[in-house]
């Protein structure tokens, strides 16, 4: 295992969500030293016991990610929102009762009154990320979705009614097309945790309900749910091997977990 030496400095944008809380642990377990971009400092201040550093950005935001992206070696981006409307697209405070029927059914209003959608995180937010990263990155690890490439099907129609897979699609073609090395993970429905008001002693114990194994794909083809922890462990172990770079996996949980996951043996055998 090699690729990550002791200089490098892992970006991780969305620490403080479910995957990212998950990934930032992993990361220090194998000793590799990390910072994160969040809005919040003293919030991941006390959510990383100071175990790593902090830039205050915001991936909306691009005059923000500059110095939060120097000497930064490797980014894992674990962005996201909700993919119907919710408190976490950040509407506007002064919609009234009438306003709320154009929220559903006019793409232009919704956008003009929410902060934190699809769109603004998932395509807009990782493009920024992705044209201020330097030209020296080492690897751009993206969690996007299955049914990317299957978004007219049920039952990927339904979880696309608000754009979320077509915003998920829009950032990994700004990631493929822009020249830096990169993985990305695909992951089923999300199961586990997500461990969003633990400490960090706590992720660094945190293992999957599930019993089942981890199944990796290429492409667009699996279905059902991905484990949160295996989900983070898939995006850190990926860059430690330089197969992974300039691919797309897959992962879902399926069949019987042996006591291990190789996850060398998962990515190389693809």
């Known amino acids: 295992m090699t690729f990550v030496r002791d200089e490098d400095l892992v970006l991780v944008a969305g620490a403080t969500g479910g995957v990212g809380q998950l990934v930032v642990a992993k990361l220090l377990e194998k000793n590799v030293r990390v910072r994160i971009l969040t809005r919040n400092a003293q919030k991941a201040a006390k959510m990383f016991d100071n175990k790593v550093e902090i830039a205050v950005g915001d991936i909306r935001e691009p005059s923000t990610l500059t110095t939060a992206l120097e000497n930064i070696t490797h980014i894992i981006c674990c962005t996201g929102t909700t993919a119907f409307p919710s408190a976490r697209w950040e509407f506007d405070s002064q919609l009234n009762l009438f306003d709320w029927p154009k929220i559903f059914l006019d793409?232009?209003?919704?956008?003009?009154?929410?902060?934190?959608?699809?769109?603004?995180?998932?395509?807009?937010?990782?493009?920024?990320?992705?044209?201020?990263?330097?030209?020296?990155?080492?690897?751009?690890?993206?969690?996007?979705?299955?049914?990317?490439?299957?978004?007219?099907?049920?039952?990927?129609?339904?979880?696309?009614?608000?754009?979320?897979?077509?915003?998920?699609?829009?950032?990994?073609?700004?990631?493929?097309?822009?020249?830096?090395?990169?993985?990305?993970i695909r992951p089923g429905r999300l199961i586990d945790g997500p461990y969003t008001s633990y400490d960090l002693n706590t992720l660094l114990k945190a293992t999957t309900d599930s019993k089942l194994d981890v199944v990796i794909a290429k492409g667009d083809t699996l279905g059902g749910d991905a484990s949160r922890i295996d989900v983070a462990a898939a995006c850190v172990e990926s860059i430690f091997y330089p197969t992974t770079q300039g691919q797309v996996f897959e992962l879902v949980n399926k069949g019987t977990r042996p006591p291990v996951i190789d996850w060398e043996k998962l990515f190389s055998q693809l």
Do not use: C, M, W
């Not at 003009?112 to 769109?119: E, H």
């Not at 049920?154 to 077509?166: E, K, Q, T, Y």
């Open 107 to 184: 793409e232009d209003f919704r956008e003009a009154k929410a902060k934190n959608t699809p769109t603004k995180v998932d395509a807009e937010g990782v493009s920024n990320l992705v044209n201020t990263a330097p030209r020296s990155l080492k690897r751009f690890v993206f969690v996007s979705s299955v049914g990317i490439l299957r978004k007219h099907q049920p039952p990927f129609s339904i979880l696309n009614a608000f754009g979320v897979l077509d915003a998920k699609q829009k950032g990994e073609e700004a990631i493929v097309t822009s020249g830096l090395p990169y993985t990305i």
